[in-house]
């Protein structure tokens, strides 16, 4: 197992993540746990030591099943870290029932990380409205206390959210974990949000590594461009090869299934194989030519918004339909559109095509923001 530094710990390169637990009969909310106390004991075996988890994973039962799989381990012998569930409104003001409800379902006195789970553009104005909800005055005290021993945030908002978050708290925060892969190291400016956090000198770890399954196995001709390159490299360790290779990404945590896809990631980080300058550049190309299929190619040089009688930002909701399309679905854009006000949301736009006229790109604007909105319902 490969080793990262963070201050006096050595985290396991590989983190365990139990978002996405083996299930029975296609229920998320009923976990296998015998499948899944297997999985955590080759994962101790094999030397993982970082374990993620959080309220809200399967249906509220990832915490309960988890913190019986390390029961049976010494403390010392394993990092726990969960998230407080800010993504939902309705938990704002739960921060200290929540918390301790949480050191009771995974069965400890402490935990080694904590994070405000998913900062984005709906609740960034709650999680930094601290004299209403208190949860970052409570989980710095929880910190004081010894109960929480390293703070940070994970993040799926945009860079204009990230750096509110940073310019509050960000002189108390210690890591922060991102959606982060070659396909988003672009698409959701993943280089631009780590340059960032490089700035305050926090170091990142990953969420999504496999964007979702979706860069496990890739189309023949990129597979092939791919092992023309690495011949005995399984294509999706190239993901994983990929963020080795950034300087300032300690843990990536991947959240397996199976026994099957453990035992394949456990084999990909045995050793650190970080890409050269040919094979970055080629793996670039590679997800260029990924994303351009079913998009939309909006260079951002918002000719349009001077040109839109709703002053809608075009480029931003543009980006979100690219992200929601790509994807097939998925939160971020729904939760992105839902932070808005209504007048800037993409059912705004009046088909008046005087956006389109300027557009550099001749892109049929009123006719993508109309198929976004039937997208969202």
């Not at 949860?135 to 994970?154: C, D, P, V, W």
């Not at 979702?212 to 001709?221: M, N, S």
């Not at 453990?262 to 990924?290: H, P, Q, S, Y």
């Amino acid at each position: 197992m490969i080793y990262r530094d963070f201050q006096d710990m050595k985290l396991s390169a590989l983190g365990f993540g139990a978002m996405r637990l083996p299930v029975i009969d296609g229920d998320d909310s009923r976990i296998d746990e015998a499948a899944a106390f297997r999985m955590v004991d080759t994962a101790m075996a094999a030397g993982i030591n970082y374990y993620d988890t959080a309220w809200g994973y399967h249906g509220e039962n990832s915490e309960t099943v988890m913190g019986k799989a390390l029961k049976n381990y010494p403390r010392d012998q394993f990092y726990v870290a969960t998230k407080f569930p800010g993504y939902d409104p309705s938990n704002w003001g739960k921060v200290k029932e929540i918390f301790e409800e949480q050191l009771e379902k995974l069965q400890v006195e402490y935990f080694d990380f904590y994070l405000f789970h998913n900062v984005c553009e709906m609740n960034i104005d709650a999680y930094l409205n601290d004299e209403k909800y208190g949860i970052y005055s409570y989980l710095m005290e929880q910190k004081k206390n010894g109960r929480i021993r390293h703070l940070g945030f994970s993040c799926h908002g945009n860079e204009d959210v990230l750096k509110r978050f940073l310019d509050a708290y960000g002189k108390n925060m210690e890591f922060c974990q991102l959606q982060l892969n070659y396909l988003d190291w672009t698409f959701q400016n993943g280089r631009e949000k780590v340059s960032l956090l490089d700035e305050w000198s926090i170091p990142v770890w990953v969420m999504e590594p496999l964007r979702g399954g979706k860069l496990a196995g890739l189309k023949p001709e990129y597979e092939a461009e791919l092992k023309a390159l690495r011949p005995d490299e399984e294509i999706p360790a190239w993901a994983f090869r990929f963020l080795q290779s950034i300087p300032s990404v300690t843990v990536i945590l991947s959240g397996m299934s199976n026994q099957e896809q453990l035992e394949k990631n456990l084999k990909t980080f045995e050793i650190d194989r970080k890409l050269g300058d040919t094979e970055m550049k080629t793996l670039m190309r590679v997800a260029d030519r990924m994303l351009s299929v079913g998009t939309v190619p909006c260079t951002a040089c918002h000719y349009c918004v001077s040109h839109c009688p709703q002053g809608l930002d075009i480029p931003q909701l543009i980006a979100l339909y690219n992200e929601h399309v790509y994807t097939g679905g998925g939160f971020i854009a729904p939760m992105a559109i839902s932070a808005l006000p209504e007048d800037k949301r993409p059912q705004a736009c009046l088909q008046c095509r005087s956006c389109e006229q300027v557009c550099p790109q001749q892109i049929r604007i009123s006719e993508v923001l109309a198929d976004f909105s039937e997208k969202l319902g």
